[in-house]
T-cell receptor, first 116, second 114 residues
Framework: DAGVIQSPRHEVTEMGQEVTLRCKPI?????LFWYRQTMMRGLELLIY????????DSGMPEDRFSAKMPNASFSTLKIQPSEPRDSAVYFC??????????????FGPGTRLTVT | GEDVEQSLFLSVREGDSSVINCTYT??????LYWYKQEPGAGLQLLTY?????DMKQDQRLTVLLNKKDKHLSLRIADTQTGDSAIYFC??????????????FGQGTILTVHP
């Protein structure tokens, strides 16, 4: 298996533009997670899905952020409009089950977003 | 709420043992995880321990858990330069609004000198 695939790996955009980050989870994994990593705040969970349904989006910073999972093999995280403070590395992860059951989360390589 | 804390930096000489410490607050944690992040890469699971265990050993890695003090440690024996990375402690939350989530510490930057 190719692991979790994210695209693009790097994104540079201007403030106010729409940004879409993409993720393909490992086949057969029922859970998909979006994280954001910054020096100031560390690794934060933004939202997670179970069987394509959003379960908890309490980590989404504000209405400018939205995430979808139209099918089991694809998810997007959209920021509209983007702001400089959104600059971070965004990780997608997937797992068979929940970590409280001992399931491992497999992380993608991340998308480094820079908003100027 | 749940909180996981780690020291930010650790520097060791090649061949020595490294010990990375972590404290957490959620008493309902079921599993505790150690992840490794190399530059420009995602997180990779190193090992994990179930909350009713005291110790787990996996080759050069030893995890110690003191549930009473909510203290977790990762010992890396015979540390190599390839072990230089950021190490994250994480707890799987079983209670309240954080059910099913992983809460990560800030990460410990391990530097191994030749």
């Amino acid at each position: 298996d190719a692991g979790v695939i994210q695209s693009p790996r790097h994104e540079v955009t201007e403030m106010g533009q729409e940004v879409t980050l993409r993720c393909k989870p490992i086949s057969g994994h029922d859970y998909l997670f979006w994280y954001r990593q910054t020096m100031m705040r560390g690794l934060e969970l933004l939202i997670y899905f179970n069987n394509n349904v959003p379960i908890d989006d309490s980590g989404m910073p504000e209405d400018r952020f939205s995430a979808k999972m139209p099918n089991a093999s694809f998810s997007t995280l959209k920021i509209q409009p983007s702001e400089p403070r959104d600059s971070a590395v965004y990780f997608c992860a997937s797992s068979l089950g929940l970590t409280i059951q001992g399931s491992e989360q497999y992380f993608g390589p991340g998308t480094r977003l820079t908003v100027t | 709420g749940e909180d996981v804390e780690q020291s930010l930096f650790l520097s060791v000489r090649e061949g020595d043992s490294s010990v990375i410490n972590c404290t957490y607050t959620d008493s309902s944690s079921t599993y505790l995880y150690w992840y490794k992040q190399e530059p420009g890469a995602g997180l990779q699971l190193l090992t994990y321990i179930f909350s009713n265990m005291d110790m787990k050993q996996d080759q050069r890695l030893t995890v110690l858990l003191n549930k009473k003090d909510k203290h977790l440690s990762l010992r890396i024996a015979d540390t190599q330069t390839g072990d230089s990375a950021i190490y994250f402690c994480a707890e799987a939350n079983a209670g309240g609004t954080s059910y099913g989530k992983l809460t990560f510490g800030q990460g410990t930057i391990l530097t191994v000198h030749p």
